[in-house]
């Protein structure tokens, strides 16, 4: 059958995919994707043909599953975390626009600012943001307006590429614009790194001492509302602003 | 085991849980959770014992799973979509400060909005932010603020919990705080009703369109950003602001 699905995978592990993603993957004869993550499948899906592009050729990588797709077969293009949250999903609906012959589905995911809440405790559990610190396709004045805006609204924020080689400071800077924008410099935050997969970590913190923290891509950070508790470790955002 | 594991279970379909979920509940001696919820789940772990309480008896829910749990039973608290994203985990951990020999592990879920969105397309993709227009734990003034900030910052928003007998007119006051602070009447707006559930449905259409539409608790709502585009009825939101 001539057909995409466009599937998050979670963060790694088999077992924190959900159900359908599993027998997608199954059901589909070739599985495309960025080489890291074709490996953290490939064992589970040993029949399958897999195809992979490295990072940055995300349009070759679509315009292969689509010319797969036409070879009357089933493709399953797969993103780690969700496929619509910083994901191949909007770029295979653009894509695929020339080949309208081919049917998409998107399979969804958990992300990684659900999973790695998870592992810190309860820091989401309410409004939130998502924002990614990473400039590639995105001028960093929308950022900075973004964590700006983040602050302003006391939203529980969740950094996604907080960093990288070129982009070193980013997170300092993150972190100075939401304290000159409201957040409190003991606002807790936390931090957690190669979510459900070998060699998990985490920590908590406060918001003066991430600032001071170096992360690496593979790291997912929270930064608290000022209702977030550090509760014996974890961070912990109640429901509402009223009393349990 | 003296043990709780606050459980996402997604949607609603079975499938649409992780292969996580689906272990640690056939692991569980007793599963806890709002009416609605348990009957999503009952006929999957038929052997299990079923505890529920009503809506708006969450702290008695979470006192009924630990008192389950000190009899050394494994216990799963169940949530729909995720466990961190408006639901029981805070509370667990919040309620737990009393009984301190009891372990919790929280089991991420695929939320609404991510749920929502691959029904609709890709409306995410990008910086985004969850807003819950329910008052009944935060006063409607946050929520206003939160509003004027996600509009301020150009994010796609998520709304949940959009309407409710009481709160008819809600969804209409939040698209009209959203427009008065920067949003265009024509932002690419969806919503979907139902979500992994039977009767299930989805609707694009305007923020100006959006603002006369009735909507009801059961739907999720996704006003997109600047750069949201209808294609074909999907909702798809472009990953960065520099062309593909």
Redesign the interface.
């Known amino acids: 059958m001539n057909k995409i699905y466009v599937v998050?995978i979670?963060p790694g592990?088999?077992?924190?995919?959900?159900?359908?993603a599993?027998?997608t993957l199954k059901r589909c004869d070739c599985i495309v994707g960025y080489d890291v993550y074709i490996d953290l499948v490939r064992d589970h899906f040993a029949d399958k043909k897999f195809l992979s592009t490295p990072m940055r050729k995300e349009?070759e990588r679509c315009v292969m599953a689509f010319d797969e797709a036409n070879k009357d077969q089933t493709v399953a293009m797969i993103c780690s975390g969700?496929?619509?949250?910083?994901?191949m999903?909007?770029?295979?609906?653009?894509?695929g626009?020339d080949y309208p012959e081919t049917e998409i589905e998107?399979?969804?995911?958990?992300?990684a600012a659900?999973?790695g809440?998870?592992?810190l405790?309860?820091?989401?559990?309410?409004?939130?943001?998502?924002?990614?610190l990473s400039d590639?396709?995105?001028?960093w004045e929308?950022?900075e307006?973004?964590l700006?805006?983040?602050a302003?609204?006391?939203?529980v924020v969740s950094l996604y590429n907080p960093s990288s080689i070129k982009r070193h400071d980013y997170l300092q800077k993150a972190c100075d614009i939401l304290m000159d924008y409201g957040k409190a410099p003991e606002t807790v935050c936390g931090i957690v790194k190669m979510i459900g997969r070998e060699g998990q970590s985490c920590e908590t913190m406060t918001l003066a001492e991430l600032r001071d923290t170096k992360v690496d891509m593979f790291t997912t950070v929270f930064i608290g509302n000022s209702s977030t508790m550090n509760?014996n470790g974890?961070m912990?955002?109640?429901?509402?602003?009223?009393n349990?």
């Open positions: 998050g979670g592990a088999y077992e924190k995919m959900t159900i359908e599993a027998e349009v969700d496929a619509g949250v910083y994901g999903a909007s770029l295979i609906y653009q894509v626009a998107i399979i969804p995911g958990v992300t659900v999973s809440a998870a592992v405790g309860a820091p989401l559990i309410h409004d939130f943001c998502l924002i990614s590639l396709l995105t001028p929308l950022i307006s973004r700006k805006a983040a302003a609204g006391d939203f509760m974890k912990v955002t109640p429901r509402g602003y009223k349990v």
